[in-house]
C-alpha cells in the first residue's frame, strides 16, 4: 500500500520560512520524480515544484522559483520542500506527489499517481 504522509507547515508572517516533508512509503522511491502542489481556497490545484529520480534535476512555478526549494533524501524515502520569503499569496495546502511513471518534466498533477493529504500553510501579516 502506498502512502505520502506530509509533514510540517502551519502558520508563519510573512517574509518568514517553513519546511514540508513527505515520507513516502513507495518500493520504487529512488525511481520515482517526485512534485509538491499547492491549492489555494476557490482555486484549482497548481504546480510549486518537481525533483527527478535520478541525478535530481529540479523545476519550479515561476511564483516560487528563488524562494522554494525541493530536495530528497532517497535513503529516507522523502522529499522536502524548504520555503522561503514567504508571501501571502503561498497561502493555500500543499501536496506531496509522486510520479513513479516518470513523465519527463511534468508540471502537470494528472501525470502524477499518489497523493498525500496535504497541509495546510498559512502565511499572515
Known amino acids: 500500500q502506498v502512502q505520502l504522509v506530509e509533514s510540517g507547515g502551519g502558520l508563519v508572517q510573512a517574509g518568514g520560512s517553513l519546511r514540508l516533508s513527505c515520507a513516502a512509503s513507495?518500493?520504487?522511491?529512488?525511481?520515482?520524480?517526485m512534485g509538491w502542489f499547492r491549492q489555494a481556497p476557490g482555486k484549482e490545484r497548481e504546480f510549486v515544484a518537481r525533483?527527478?529520480?535520478?541525478?535530481?534535476?529540479?523545476r519550479y512555478s515561476d511564483s516560487v522559483k528563488g524562494r522554494f526549494t525541493i530536495s530528497r533524501d532517497n535513503a529516507k524515502n522523502t522529499v522536502y520542500l524548504q520555503m522561503n520569503s514567504l508571501k501571502l499569496e503561498d497561502r493555500a495546502v500543499y501536496y506531496c506527489?509522486?510520479?513513479?511513471?516518470?513523465?519527463?518534466?511534468?508540471?502537470?498533477?494528472?501525470?502524477?499517481?499518489?497523493w498525500g493529504e496535504g497541509r495546510q500553510v498559512t502565511v499572515t501579516t
Open positions: 513507495i518500493r520504487t522511491f529512488a525511481d520515482s520524480a
Open positions: 506527489a509522486a510520479d513513479t511513471k516518470r513523465v519527463a518534466g511534468t508540471t502537470r498533477a494528472v501525470d502524477y499517481d499518489y
Open positions: 525533483i527527478s529520480w535520478n541525478v535530481g534535476v529540479t
